[in-house]
């Protein structure tokens, strides 16, 4: 069963995903976007070359393009779906703390709301 990715989305409906996306350039958006189709029909079964565990309910897509690497955070949620939650063009070898603590402070935003039943921090992925 495919899964669906959704995009996060904060409560003033700014979109950090997609503006991400929209800044780079068409090849590597296509390769981001390709990555995040691969979770889609994949799902917990990339291969590490595609996806890992970052900690916790965080993981990482690892696209690459033309040399530059590019990370997108995300986590599962109820219904078969993971959040998109932050996405960085990765400039050093290790993942810096503070991208991955929004991801965390996403992804608890997001189960909270869930739980209220208040899912407007995300959205459905429109490409």
């Given at each position: 069963?495919?899964?669906?990715?959704?995009?996060?989305?904060?409560?003033k409906?700014?979109?950090?995903?997609?503006a991400?996306l929209?800044a780079?350039s068409?090849?590597?958006r296509?390769?981001?976007?390709?990555?995040?189709?691969?979770?889609?029909?994949?799902?917990?079964h990339?291969?590490?070359?595609?996806?890992a565990?970052?900690?916790?309910?965080i993981?990482?897509?690892?696209?690459e393009w033309s040399g530059?690497?590019y990370?997108f955070?995300?986590?599962a949620?109820?219904?078969?779906?993971?959040?998109?939650l932050?996405?960085?063009?990765?400039?050093?070898?290790k993942?810096?703390e503070?991208?991955?603590r929004?991801?965390?402070?996403r992804?608890?935003?997001?189960k909270?709301r869930?739980?209220?039943e208040?899912?407007s921090?995300?959205?459905r992925?429109?490409?």
């Open positions: 069963m495919a899964w669906t990715v959704l995009y996060y989305e904060t409560a409906g700014d979109k950090p995903i997609e991400f929209n780079l068409d090849k590597a296509a390769k981001c976007l390709a990555y995040i189709s691969r979770l889609e029909t994949d799902g917990v990339l291969p590490a070359s595609i996806a565990h970052v900690r916790g309910k993981w990482e897509l690892r696209p530059n690497e990370r955070f995300y986590g949620i109820i219904g078969q779906r993971f959040v998109i932050h996405a960085i063009h990765k400039k050093t070898q993942l810096r503070g991208d991955v929004i991801a965390e402070q992804y608890e935003a997001i909270e869930i739980r209220h208040d899912a921090t995300i959205h992925r429109a490409n």
